[in-house]
């Protein structure tokens, strides 16, 4: 148990200094955004903490409700969920939950699908669309290039590694894959898929969640019961930590196989794989500027 636990303070001294180091890079702006985030969080946490937890819970709850009777409710969330795959949105996971939150565990069907659907064509619309300039990008971008060969030799294992890892965020890494020309929309989406479990872990997270945001249905649980509902959703919260920061280690010992690896095309991939997590790669220079 004391090895376990070693190891993981281990892991996350390691994440820690990850991030410091990675901090320390970043420019003038990009620290700026930094603290905008964490500043916006403060005043999250503030504004929770001032209207209480319960009146947001039966808000939240009543609204997908309303959401849940509408004829074609769940259509609503799934163009959300498309709009959110395209770069710079974000909130994925949010939506997950609220499908399980509005839907209960029935919500996984229409989650998958707005996934799946989000994903594919986000990663059709930005390559038609950016196709021209990628191709003259990637020809004068040497680490590009050599990410491109990598993917290309190892195929299906690291396409779905990458794909799997929360970095670079989803929206970020539909953009990265439209970005790589080896990967074809076929390796994509097949790779997409392997990300359903995590799908249903958020969904089933947010449909316990629900059970314990309506003060009528809170009511009525005994203690138990809603000690056992909120396990479920410790549990599945948990789960999805682990398995996320499972992925993210294995995709980081991969990026050092790279790194150690004495070809110098395996190095200049790791660094456009470790580039690539820092979303701005994509948005300064395939996304955004000329």
Same mark, same amino acid.
């Given at each position: 148990m004391s090895v376990a636990l070693a190891k993981m303070a281990r892991f996350i001294k390691g994440l820690i200094q990850?991030?410091?180091?990675?901090?320390?890079k970043l420019g003038l702006v990009g620290k700026a955004v930094i603290w905008f985030?964490?500043?916006?969080?403060?005043?999250?946490? *503030?504004?929770?903490?001032?209207?209480?937890p319960a009146r947001i819970?039966?808000?939240?709850?009543?609204?997908?409700?309303?959401?849940?009777?509408?004829?074609?409710?769940?259509?609503?969330?799934?163009?959300?969920?498309i709009v959110a795959s395209f770069p710079p949105f974000i909130g994925h996971v949010t939506l997950l939950n609220l499908f399980g939150f509005t839907?209960?565990?029935?919500?996984?069907?229409?989650?998958?699908?707005?996934t799946l659907a989000g994903s594919a064509i986000?990663?059709?619309t930005l390559r038609f669309m950016f196709s021209k300039r990628l191709r003259s990008w990637t020809s004068t971008n040497e680490k590009w290039q050599?990410?491109?060969?990598v993917i290309r030799s190892r195929g299906m294992p690291l396409i779905i590694l990458i794909r799997m890892s929360s970095f670079p965020p989803w929206a970020w890494s539909n953009s990265l894959f439209a970005s790589i020309?080896?990967?074809?929309?076929?390796?994509?989406?097949?790779? *997409?898929?392997?990300?359903?479990?995590k799908v249903l872990v958020y969904v089933f997270v947010g449909s316990r969640i629900a059970r314990l945001s309506d003060g009528e249905q809170r009511n009525h649980m005994d203690t138990q019961t809603k000690i056992i509902n909120s396990l479920l959703v410790a549990g599945g919260v948990l789960i999805s930590v682990v398995a996320s920061s499972l992925v993210y280690?294995?995709?980081?010992?991969?990026?050092?196989?790279l790194h150690d690896s004495p070809s110098e095309r395996d190095e200049l991939a790791a660094e456009a794989l470790e580039a690539a997590e820092e979303a701005p790669l994509l948005g300064s220079n395939f996304l955004g500027s000329p």
């Amino acid at each position: 148990m004391s090895v376990a636990l070693a190891k993981m303070a281990r892991f996350i001294k390691g994440l820690i200094q990850s991030a410091s180091s990675r901090y320390e890079k970043l420019g003038l702006v990009g620290k700026a955004v930094i603290w905008f985030i964490l500043f916006f969080y403060v005043c999250l946490a *503030t504004f929770i903490i001032v209207v209480t937890p319960a009146r947001i819970a039966q808000f939240t709850y009543d609204a997908a409700q309303y959401i849940r009777h509408l004829p074609y409710g769940y259509t609503i969330i799934i163009v959300v969920m498309i709009v959110a795959s395209f770069p710079p949105f974000i909130g994925h996971v949010t939506l997950l939950n609220l499908f399980g939150f509005t839907y209960g565990i029935r919500g996984f069907f229409p989650a998958a699908f707005g996934t799946l659907a989000g994903s594919a064509i986000a990663f059709v619309t930005l390559r038609f669309m950016f196709s021209k300039r990628l191709r003259s990008w990637t020809s004068t971008n040497e680490k590009w290039q050599a990410l491109e060969a990598v993917i290309r030799s190892r195929g299906m294992p690291l396409i779905i590694l990458i794909r799997m890892s929360s970095f670079p965020p989803w929206a970020w890494s539909n953009s990265l894959f439209a970005s790589i020309t080896p990967v074809s929309l076929f390796q994509f989406f097949i790779a *997409t898929c392997f990300v359903l479990p995590k799908v249903l872990v958020y969904v089933f997270v947010g449909s316990r969640i629900a059970r314990l945001s309506d003060g009528e249905q809170r009511n009525h649980m005994d203690t138990q019961t809603k000690i056992i509902n909120s396990l479920l959703v410790a549990g599945g919260v948990l789960i999805s930590v682990v398995a996320s920061s499972l992925v993210y280690y294995l995709m980081q010992n991969e990026i050092k196989r790279l790194h150690d690896s004495p070809s110098e095309r395996d190095e200049l991939a790791a660094e456009a794989l470790e580039a690539a997590e820092e979303a701005p790669l994509l948005g300064s220079n395939f996304l955004g500027s000329p």
